[in-house]
């Protein structure tokens, strides 16, 4: 732990303090990146986010990591990220809230300075592709963005675009809160008819965890046929791991290095709250996350072509990543990528707590049996509802907290049906045990049809997805 006694977080000077913030920041990241307890986790995520507010309290400041008290950095911007006020905390690695309604988005909007994605931005979507908008659009589960309206704009113009997309293999086991910006993506991929390139940061896992090369490689893999059974289209798509394409392609490593030259250490840090006691393959890593940005990463996709403009669909935990992306693009003379962001996945056990694959009862995962879905939701999904049957029939479920309810505006087509669903539960009509049969009802089949589709996933069409080649698009 930083060297803080219990209850005294708010003592110490403004840089005694701004010592003791870095100093848990690197204990928070080390357990996590160990073995170390849920509550372990959360006790030092606790006092770490305790000493930030001690720190606001005694300077009037958020804590930025590249910024001692009393030390402003030039134009009065120290790095490109700051701490909200409140309980939330959001980086690429920890997802914290005291709320069991989960993180408030609107405030994440403002402290992210990205944009909201409102009716008419939705409406815009729909014109263009001439149908219905996703149901994650539709409900808010994307929620943000940055400059969606220019990849509209090129889109109408017929000018190319590219998706680009990723998963971090950190172990075999995939829950369905994994899927969400791959179910997404495969609409976008539909809609729009463009090429999608998929990323597999077994680089970073291996640097992050305690894994072997050989071991985060086989994640990738394995994780990648997860990917391919949600139906991406082998003409249009490439997956590649870090490990395997960064040695055979000259043109992204070049990208890689023209962003490792523009990024100063002082700025990651500010980013990333990376310390002086982090390796230095994690220091350099978000550069490799960046580079898939750029067309000519792929020569083999789009040849030497630098301006073909790029959208990326991810969780907004990642968009520190892109954010740092965004502000070297226009200096190596490359188009900025366009990002729409999504809401977090809930843990079963609610909102607040966080989804672990080494804990089986956190999440349902794909290769749950039926049984084990019926289980899972019946014994550990949070219920909004009351603690009697007659309480609840008087005064109604609340929606906003109950994980059933969560997960069916993540996975239930059918507006109509859910909003049914939301004022019975809430009138106290409908019982949480009816609300949690209907989910299961809904989870089962979806789990059973994506285990089928990965069962014809062989080793060959792996390799042909993550083979360099040539994509099939219509701009050309």
């Not at 809609?191 to 680089?203: C, E, G, K, R, S």
């Not at 226009?330 to 079963?348: D, E, Q």
């Amino acid at each position: 732990m930083a060297d803080v006694p219990d209850g005294e977080q708010g003592c110490g000077s403004p840089l005694e303090l701004f010592n003791s913030i870095a100093a848990q920041g690197q204990l928070v990241r080390s357990l996590k990146a160990g073995s170390a307890s849920k509550d372990e986790i959360d006790s030092a995520v606790k006092l770490l986010l305790a000493l930030k507010m001690s720190y606001k309290t005694a300077t009037g400041e958020d804590y930025k990591a590249d910024c001692p008290p009393g030390n402003p950095a030039p134009g009065g911007d120290c790095g490109l990220d700051a701490t909200e006020e409140g309980e939330d905390f959001v980086d690429p690695w920890t997802v914290q809230t005291s709320s069991a309604k989960g993180i408030d988005y609107d405030k994440l909007i403002v402290r992210f300075g990205s944009s909201k994605i409102d009716k008419e931005l939705i409406d815009r979507i729909e014109r263009a592709i001439g149908q219905k908008p996703h149901r994650f659009l539709r409900r808010g589960i994307f929620f943000s963005h940055r400059d969606m309206s220019q990849i509209l704009d090129a889109y109408e113009n017929k000018k190319p675009f590219y998706l680009y997309t990723g998963r971090g293999p950190s172990s075999e086991a995939m829950h369905v809160g994994h899927l969400i910006p791959f179910i997404f993506t495969k609409w976008l991929q539909d809609v729009f008819n463009v090429p999608l390139v998929i990323q597999m940061t077994d680089d970073e896992k291996y640097l992050w965890k305690d894994l072997t090369l050989d071991q985060a490689y086989g994640y990738a893999v394995e994780n990648a046929k997860d990917i391919i059974a949600c139906g991406f289209d082998i003409n249009k798509t490439f997956i590649f791991s870090d490990l395997d394409y960064m040695g055979m392609s000259p043109g992204f490593y070049k990208n890689v290095v023209k962003i490792q030259k523009h990024v100063t250490f002082n700025q990651v840090k500010g980013i990333f709250g990376f310390s002086d006691s982090d390796c230095i393959g994690k220091i350099s890593f978000p550069a490799i996350q960046a580079a898939p940005s750029f067309s000519n990463s792929f020569p083999q996709i789009f040849r030497d072509q630098t301006d073909v403009q790029c959208l990326i669909p991810c969780a907004i935990d990642q968009d520190p990543y892109f954010r740092m992306t965004r502000d070297v693009a226009p200096r190596i003379g490359y188009p900025k990528p366009a990002l729409l962001h999504s809401t977090f996945f809930p843990a079963l056990q609610g909102a607040q707590t966080k989804m672990s694959a080494s804990d089986p009862n956190s999440s349902i995962f794909l290769t749950d049996t039926a049984k084990q879905i019926k289980t899972k939701v019946n014994k550990h999904a949070f219920s909004g509802g009351r603690d009697t049957v007659e309480e609840h029939r008087q005064l109604g479920g609340n929606c906003d907290v109950d994980v059933s309810f969560m997960y069916l505006t993540f996975f239930l087509e059918d507006d109509d049906k859910l909003e049914q669903i939301r004022k019975d539960y809430t009138s106290g009509a409908l019982l949480t045990g009816e609300l949690k049969k209907t989910l299961i009802e809904v989870l089962q089949p979806l789990i059973a049809e994506h285990q089928a589709r990965r069962k014809e996933v062989t080793d060959e069409i792996v390799k042909e997805f993550m083979t360099p080649r040539k994509l099939s698009y219509d701009f050309q």
